[in-house]
């Protein structure tokens, strides 16, 4: 049983935003550190990605854990009230997500999920990102990318990849008045 009134839980989820939320922002940070520039939401291209490199050919979607039933994710949690009306909600979410990503492969698009939870270890994002980008960047052909998006560790979601990157020490110039 839900223990908020029907009228809290209506506002709390009409609080619950699809754009411009905490995880794509640290996503969008990375990828602008990075060097590589983006479009948002591109209503041109099924499910409007989250961030699209037009030059590359690549789309980067941010999911969240719940919302698109992040395997092994402990936000991924079924609610206790109307358990039917979740479970259809979220299926009908994750065969929209495969449904699309088969629809930009088939395009020649290279695709990359972010999980998240993944973007709470800056090291990990970036790498997962970095890599994701560079391989697209490397000359690799939309072929050969919609072949390695779809295994698990496309855009690096297998725990060997998730090396610490060693940290660059800032250089601060002092500048004389």
Same mark, same amino acid.
């Given at each position: 049983m839900d223990h908020v009134t029907p009228a809290r839980r209506s506002w709390l989820m009409s609080r619950v935003k699809s754009r411009n939320t905490g995880p794509e922002l640290r996503v969008r940070k990375v990828a602008h550190a990075l060097g590589y520039r983006f479009t948002l939401h591109s209503p041109s291209l099924p499910g409007k990605p989250d961030l699209a490199f037009p030059r590359l050919r690549s789309v980067i979607f941010v999911h969240g854990c719940f919302w698109h039933r992040h395997r092994s994710c402990s936000k991924a949690s079924?609610?206790?009230? %109307?358990?039917?009306?979740?479970?259809? @909600?979220f299926e009908k979410n994750v065969e929209r997500d495969n449904r699309v990503r088969a629809e930009l492969r088939r395009r020649g698009w290279r695709v990359c999920v972010v999980w998240e939870c993944e973007t709470k270890k800056p090291a990990v994002l970036r790498s997962k990102v970095h890599r994701f980008l560079s391989r697209a960047e490397s000359g690799a052909t939309a072929s050969s990318g919609a072949i390695a998006s779809r295994s698990k560790s496309a855009c690096g979601n297998t725990k060997a990849n998730? @090396? %610490?990157?060693? %940290? %660059? &020490?800032?250089?601060?110039? &002092?500048?004389k008045r």
């Amino acid at each position: 049983m839900d223990h908020v009134t029907p009228a809290r839980r209506s506002w709390l989820m009409s609080r619950v935003k699809s754009r411009n939320t905490g995880p794509e922002l640290r996503v969008r940070k990375v990828a602008h550190a990075l060097g590589y520039r983006f479009t948002l939401h591109s209503p041109s291209l099924p499910g409007k990605p989250d961030l699209a490199f037009p030059r590359l050919r690549s789309v980067i979607f941010v999911h969240g854990c719940f919302w698109h039933r992040h395997r092994s994710c402990s936000k991924a949690s079924m609610p206790n009230s %109307r358990p039917e009306f979740w479970a259809t @909600k979220f299926e009908k979410n994750v065969e929209r997500d495969n449904r699309v990503r088969a629809e930009l492969r088939r395009r020649g698009w290279r695709v990359c999920v972010v999980w998240e939870c993944e973007t709470k270890k800056p090291a990990v994002l970036r790498s997962k990102v970095h890599r994701f980008l560079s391989r697209a960047e490397s000359g690799a052909t939309a072929s050969s990318g919609a072949i390695a998006s779809r295994s698990k560790s496309a855009c690096g979601n297998t725990k060997a990849n998730y @090396k %610490r990157q060693p %940290r %660059r &020490k800032k250089i601060v110039s &002092k500048i004389k008045r």
